[in-house]
């Protein structure tokens, strides 16, 4: 993986190519229809909070393009098919009901893990979370850059305040209920729903990077506990929360609702564990 | 001199006049009608009070300028379908002028305070004003209450200084149109403004309104929320709820993030807020995180001297409080119940945007989060 850091305004997308297979049949692996993504490649702001000394900063912009590809469901695991592995004894219940076709919310990062394992072990499959890179390579235009406004070092308020500002502004979804699969339409790569309102796990990390602003040198601190939901904005959330609040010191704004959408790796490649930890 | 107003409450039912008799508006001498003829207040100037929707509150004088006065108001009740959260929860609310809380009336000590209060054709539900400023007459709770396509005006005087909940108290269902969103404050200024406890004068740049509510919506088997066509229908599942004393939502003014993001309260760094608090039903415990109340009236009548430096004060159910402090740092403040479970999850948190500069000497981050050293 390349570091090249380039500059933070524009988020560019250089697709190659995509190719669409067919449903392949429920025997073998699931009946969710599947994009495979091969020869993509984006510019990505790596995810977490970065220091310049005391001060937040911008997190820096990489290129990220996968050694091998991978398939990714076209839409999000369903209400229905969550709760065949709640059934089988493999899931914990979801705390509401609703109809099956609708896509399953009130899922935390624990439940999302189980479910993939349950998949994989009825499959024969690898299916698992996609790194939040892999999220943001095939969400494409869909994925929402969230550079901010660096205020100045005498005035931490500034950049709340800013912060605070584009939060309030930004248009996201008003209608809090699940929609029917395809509401949110479909992006170039022909995925569908992506940041509209169920925010979809993965699997990074939650991170602070130190920059030291005299010798560039990145010192890392990871918290696991905390994993990223991709949406109509990047979250952070505890791993076991199923249905995120704002309120009281907690001044963002939470994702609508949480969900999945499962990436399947492609058999003979030895990559999973790799891509497991999003590099 | 019978007035127009005095002719429209004649033409109340006979049981409404019967109460009028013993009431206070009765002059001496008018026992034919029960109504005032040669009214204390009749030769007063008048004004007329421009009501604004909460957290704003109308324009008025912080020190009052000449004698007392007739502050005329007029409120519409209005019964609507409001969203009460982000999740799109419907409720069946019952409104003073379409807003929750309703509008602040401002008057001074000794003004008159006089209200026509109209309820539509288009309600369902009698109403009527219980006013805790005023004396007697159940608050005009007796004398004010009226079906759709009727009104009634009130006027009683304004002679305790404070800042004075007002609600909706028609005859066995009064709790229900309290939390169904009928309640708001009147603040009664001293003439010659506030003080503190030793006489000085206290200002304020901006005032914000608040209204806490607590909201009992039902919920069906599944577990979410139910809607109805009317407040009727939702009554008896509702009161079910109600009797159970643990609402479903506990908001600021109506609806979760009524009081945030793009409805945030703006103030700047230097500049002294007065917080108005209101609490119809259930008691609250207000704290402006990252500041204080520099100046507050926990039971919110001035007459009394303020308590200085709060964290954290306690709003009676049933009454309003009111605060006073002077932002000395920029950044977002929020405005919670500081019981935070209904903060956070129920829905009582309000944010207050501070623009200024930052002062070093009272917070500095000396280093960032980092590693542990040492």
């Given at each position: 993986m390349r570091f090249l850091y380039a500059p933070a305004a524009i988020l560019a997308l250089a697709g190659f190519a995509i190719v669409a297979l067919p449903p392949v049949a429920a025997a073998q692996i699931s009946d969710v229809p599947q994009q495979r993504i091969d020869g993509l490649s984006t510019d990505y702001r790596e995810a977490g909070e970065f220091l310049s000394g005391n001060m937040p900063v911008n997190a820096p912009v990489v290129t990220f393009s996968p050694e091998v590809p991978f398939f990714v469901m076209r839409r999000q695991v369903t209400r229905g098919e969550y709760g065949?592995?709640?059934?089988?004894?493999?899931?914990?219940?979801?705390?509401?009901?609703?109809?099956?076709?609708?896509?399953?919310?009130?899922?935390?990062?624990?439940?999302?893990?189980?479910?993939?394992?349950?998949?994989?072990?009825?499959?024969?499959?690898?299916?698992?979370?996609?790194?939040?890179?892999?999220?943001?390579?095939?969400?494409?235009?869909?994925?929402?850059?969230?550079?901010?406004?660096?205020?100045?070092?005498?005035?931490?308020?500034?950049?709340?305040?800013?912060?605070?500002?584009?939060?309030?502004?930004?248009?996201?979804?008003?209608?809090?209920?699940?929609?029917?699969?395809?509401?949110?339409?479909?992006?170039?790569?022909?995925?569908?729903?992506?940041?509209?309102?169920?925010?979809?796990w993965t699997s990074t990390c939650y991170a602070r990077s130190r920059i030291d602003p005299a010798t560039g040198q990145i010192a890392r601190h990871d918290n696991c506990g905390v994993r990223i939901a991709e949406g109509a904005h990047r979250a952070y959330l505890t791993s076991f929360i199923r249905d995120p609040k704002s309120g009281a010191c907690s001044v963002g704004r939470p994702p609508t609702n949480l969900g999945m959408r499962l990436v399947r790796e492609e058999k003979g490649f030895l990559s999973g564990v790799r891509s497991f930890f999003g590099l | 001199?019978?007035?127009?107003?005095?002719?429209?409450?004649?033409?109340?039912?006979?049981?409404?006049?019967?109460?009028?008799?013993?009431?206070?508006?009765?002059?001496?001498?008018?026992?034919?009608?029960?109504?005032?003829?040669?009214?204390?207040?009749?030769?007063?100037?008048?004004?007329?009070?421009?009501?604004?929707?909460?957290?704003?509150?109308?324009?008025?004088?912080?020190?009052?300028?000449?004698?007392?006065?007739?502050?005329?108001?007029?409120?519409?009740?209005?019964?609507?379908?409001?969203?009460?959260?982000?999740?799109?929860?419907?409720?069946?609310?019952?409104?003073?002028?379409?807003?929750?809380?309703?509008?602040?009336?401002?008057?001074?000590?000794?003004?008159?305070?006089?209200?026509?209060?109209?309820?539509?054709?288009?309600?369902?539900?009698?109403?009527?004003?219980?006013?805790?400023?005023?004396?007697?007459?159940?608050?005009?709770?007796?004398?004010?209450?009226?079906?759709?396509?009727?009104?009634?005006?009130?006027?009683?005087?304004?002679?305790?200084?404070?800042v004075f909940i007002y609600h909706c108290a028609p005859t066995g269902m009064v709790p229900w149109h309290v939390v169904s969103g009928m309640s708001g404050t009147v603040m009664v200024l001293p003439r010659d403004g506030l003080k503190d406890g030793e006489g000085k004068p206290l200002h304020y740049d901006r005032v914000y309104t608040i209204g806490e509510f607590d909201l009992y919506i039902p919920k069906d088997a599944d577990g979410n929320y139910m809607t109805y066509d009317s407040p009727g229908e939702s009554y008896s599942d509702t009161l079910d709820v109600m009797r159970g004393l643990i609402p479903t939502h506990v908001v600021f003014n109506g609806k979760v993030g009524a009081l945030t993001g793009e409805s945030a309260m703006p103030a700047k760094v230097g500049e002294t807020v007065l917080f108005i608090h209101s609490c119809a039903n259930r008691d609250s415990r207000p704290h402006l995180i990252g500041g204080h109340g520099d100046w507050v009236w926990e039971t919110g009548k001035f007459a009394n001297a303020p308590q200085k430096d709060q964290e954290t004060w306690f709003v009676r159910g049933g009454s309003a409080a009111a605060a006073i402090y002077t932002f000395r740092q920029p950044g977002i403040y929020a405005y919670v119940n500081h019981n935070l479970i209904e903060a956070a999850e129920l829905g009582a948190t309000g944010h207050v945007k501070v623009e200024g500069d930052w002062n070093d000497d009272l917070m500095t981050q000396v280093s960032a989060p980092g590693p542990i050293v040492g």
């Amino acid at each position: 993986m390349r570091f090249l850091y380039a500059p933070a305004a524009i988020l560019a997308l250089a697709g190659f190519a995509i190719v669409a297979l067919p449903p392949v049949a429920a025997a073998q692996i699931s009946d969710v229809p599947q994009q495979r993504i091969d020869g993509l490649s984006t510019d990505y702001r790596e995810a977490g909070e970065f220091l310049s000394g005391n001060m937040p900063v911008n997190a820096p912009v990489v290129t990220f393009s996968p050694e091998v590809p991978f398939f990714v469901m076209r839409r999000q695991v369903t209400r229905g098919e969550y709760g065949a592995c709640v059934s089988a004894g493999a899931c914990r219940a979801l705390d509401t009901a609703g109809e099956p076709d609708l896509p399953a919310t009130g899922i935390s990062f624990e439940d999302a893990n189980t479910y993939a394992a349950w998949l994989s072990r009825r499959t024969g499959e690898v299916w698992r979370l996609p790194s939040d890179r892999e999220w943001r390579l095939f969400a494409g235009t869909r994925a929402v850059d969230d550079a901010f406004q660096e205020g100045s070092p005498d005035n931490p308020a500034e950049r709340w305040l800013s912060r605070y500002d584009e939060e309030a502004r930004r248009r996201e979804p008003e209608e809090a209920r699940a929609q029917p699969v395809g509401t949110f339409g479909e992006n170039e790569h022909g995925l569908l729903d992506l940041s509209g309102n169920v925010w979809e796990w993965t699997s990074t990390c939650y991170a602070r990077s130190r920059i030291d602003p005299a010798t560039g040198q990145i010192a890392r601190h990871d918290n696991c506990g905390v994993r990223i939901a991709e949406g109509a904005h990047r979250a952070y959330l505890t791993s076991f929360i199923r249905d995120p609040k704002s309120g009281a010191c907690s001044v963002g704004r939470p994702p609508t609702n949480l969900g999945m959408r499962l990436v399947r790796e492609e058999k003979g490649f030895l990559s999973g564990v790799r891509s497991f930890f999003g590099l | 001199m019978i007035t127009r107003r005095n002719a429209l409450l004649g033409a109340a039912s006979a049981a409404t006049a019967a109460l009028m008799v013993s009431g206070p508006a009765r002059a001496a001498g008018s026992a034919t009608s029960g109504l005032a003829a040669a009214s204390p207040a009749g030769d007063l100037p008048r004004i007329k009070g421009e009501l604004v929707t909460p957290p704003h509150v109308m324009a008025h004088d912080q020190v009052a300028k000449g004698g007392p006065r007739i502050v005329e108001f007029k409120m519409v009740v209005e019964e609507k379908k409001v969203v009460v959260d982000d999740q799109g929860t419907e409720f069946q609310a019952m409104t003073y002028n379409g807003s929750m809380p309703g509008p602040t009336m401002v008057v001074h000590e000794g003004d008159y305070l006089e209200l026509t209060l109209v309820n539509p054709e288009t309600n369902t539900m009698p109403h009527n004003i219980d006013f805790h400023a005023s004396t007697g007459a159940l608050g005009g709770g007796a004398l004010t209450l009226i079906n759709p396509g009727e009104q009634t005006v009130l006027r009683f005087k304004a002679f305790r200084p404070g800042v004075f909940i007002y609600h909706c108290a028609p005859t066995g269902m009064v709790p229900w149109h309290v939390v169904s969103g009928m309640s708001g404050t009147v603040m009664v200024l001293p003439r010659d403004g506030l003080k503190d406890g030793e006489g000085k004068p206290l200002h304020y740049d901006r005032v914000y309104t608040i209204g806490e509510f607590d909201l009992y919506i039902p919920k069906d088997a599944d577990g979410n929320y139910m809607t109805y066509d009317s407040p009727g229908e939702s009554y008896s599942d509702t009161l079910d709820v109600m009797r159970g004393l643990i609402p479903t939502h506990v908001v600021f003014n109506g609806k979760v993030g009524a009081l945030t993001g793009e409805s945030a309260m703006p103030a700047k760094v230097g500049e002294t807020v007065l917080f108005i608090h209101s609490c119809a039903n259930r008691d609250s415990r207000p704290h402006l995180i990252g500041g204080h109340g520099d100046w507050v009236w926990e039971t919110g009548k001035f007459a009394n001297a303020p308590q200085k430096d709060q964290e954290t004060w306690f709003v009676r159910g049933g009454s309003a409080a009111a605060a006073i402090y002077t932002f000395r740092q920029p950044g977002i403040y929020a405005y919670v119940n500081h019981n935070l479970i209904e903060a956070a999850e129920l829905g009582a948190t309000g944010h207050v945007k501070v623009e200024g500069d930052w002062n070093d000497d009272l917070m500095t981050q000396v280093s960032a989060p980092g590693p542990i050293v040492g």
